[in-house]
């Protein structure tokens, strides 16, 4: 792994995309997505209490053809796209050629991974080499709870740990680049085993473990809550097992902003972004994926290229920019940081020449 990657998952990095950005100021298109999420399959092997799209997990058999997923990944990286996360509406390692359609990944572009970690059997975690990150999300503290939250069996708890440390010894052994993470949604259900968990993660040699907020999913059955101050005390206790080769993210900022007023009126941010489900279909936001309003084309029966630079996309863009409210939107949905930094851009204020 380089010696530093950023660890404040809070921020954006968009302004490291200068000539990107400049090409948008000028023409208010963009020339292809920046960042690209990919998802394998819909299908998924827990039944989270939390999750965000119970709307759409399970509830296809839909799995995207190799040859296809291969053919998308080459004309992304032919748009100029830098990046890919495996990861959608599923446990995309259900996928049969999961490790193919990776490495192929890996190979043109900076490609991540997303996944619950179950499947993740030392047969398939070659997968795994040529990422620049993975994250096992991890989100019961023990087997109980890990049952409850899950909704699985409780042994699969230690199938999971086991996986972990799988993984670990794999890097290690082979010298991988990859950084290993591991992610806890904060909920009322785990919230007195979280340093617990922390401190079994950290023996296991992960290089992070990240806490991060609910939060409600315009779409999803599930309505959560969480009393965030409640839990503030989180922050410090998890901070003491942070040393050089674990670092410790708790993303406090995200947390504040759960259920506040979005500082920005448009969504742009999507103009980076482009997001890709098992049955081909591509969403202008992945947030709002299987909404009908969004959908601007399926790789199935056009070129991405097509697709982005369509009618149908001009359209979904109208619709986003003219007549869209943006208080529909997810709380803190992934774009939200950069939209604040390109509604700055579009309406700078006053003093923003004083550099
Ligand atoms: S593992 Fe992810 S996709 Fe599957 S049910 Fe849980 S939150 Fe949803
Ligand atoms: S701001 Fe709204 S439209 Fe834009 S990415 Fe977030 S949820 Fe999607």
Redesign the pocket.
């Known amino acids: 792994m380089s010696e530093e990657f950023d660890s404040d998952f809070d921020d954006q990095r968009l302004m490291f995309h200068p000539s990107a950005l400049a090409y948008w100021q000028e023409h208010d298109v963009s020339l292809g997505p920046i960042y690209t999420e990919f998802e394998l399959t819909g299908k ?5 209490i ?5 709307y759409l ?2 509830k296809s058999a839909d799995t995207i053809d190799t040859a296809v997923a291969k053919r998308v990944l080459d004309e992304l990286h032919a748009l100029g796209n830098r990046s890919v996360m495996i990861a ?4 995309s390692i259900l996928h049969d050629d999961a490790d193919d359609i990776i490495r192929h990944s890996s190979g043109l572009m900076s490609t991540s991974l ?3 970690g179950l499947s993740l059997t030392e047969d398939k975690l070659p997968l795994i080499d040529g990422l620049k990150w993975m994250r096992f ?1 991890i ?1 019961g503290c023990d087997p109980d709870n890990y049952a409850v939250i ?2 699985v069996r409780p042994e699969m708890f230690d199938v999971l740990l086991s996986n972990v440390e799988s993984a670990v010894r794999r890097k290690r052994g082979l010298n991988l680049d990859v950084a290993i993470g591991t992610q806890l ?1 904060l909920l009322e259900e785990n919230a007195g085993g979280v340093t617990g968990l922390a401190r079994q993660l950290k023996d296991l040699g992960v290089d992070y473990f990240s806490v991060k907020p609910y939060s409600q999913h315009p779409l999803s059955n599930h309505h959560l809550t969480v009393d965030y101050d409640k839990h503030v005390q989180l922050a410090a206790q998890l901070s003491e097992l942070a040393d050089d080769s674990f670092k410790v993210i708790y993303r406090a900022r995200s947390m504040a902003k759960v259920s506040q007023k979005k500082p920005y009126k448009t969504c742009y941010g999507t103009h980076f972004l482009s997001f890709i489900s098992a049955s081909g279909d591509v969403w202008e936001c992945n947030v709002f994926a299987g909404d009908e309003r969004f959908l601007i084309g399926n790789v199935l029966d056009e070129s991405l290229e097509g697709i982005w630079r369509g009618e149908k996309r001009q359209s979904v863009r109208k619709f986003m920019e003219e007549d869209m409210d943006i208080a529909e939107c997810r709380d803190i949905c992934r774009m939200d940081e950069c939209n604040c930094y390109l509604w700055r851009l579009k309406n700078p204020l006053d003093h923003d020449d004083f550099i």
């Open positions: 998924c092997n827990c039944n989270c939390f999750c965000g799209v119970d997990v399970n959608g509406h599923g446990e997303t996944t619950n999300s989100n899950h909704k949604v």
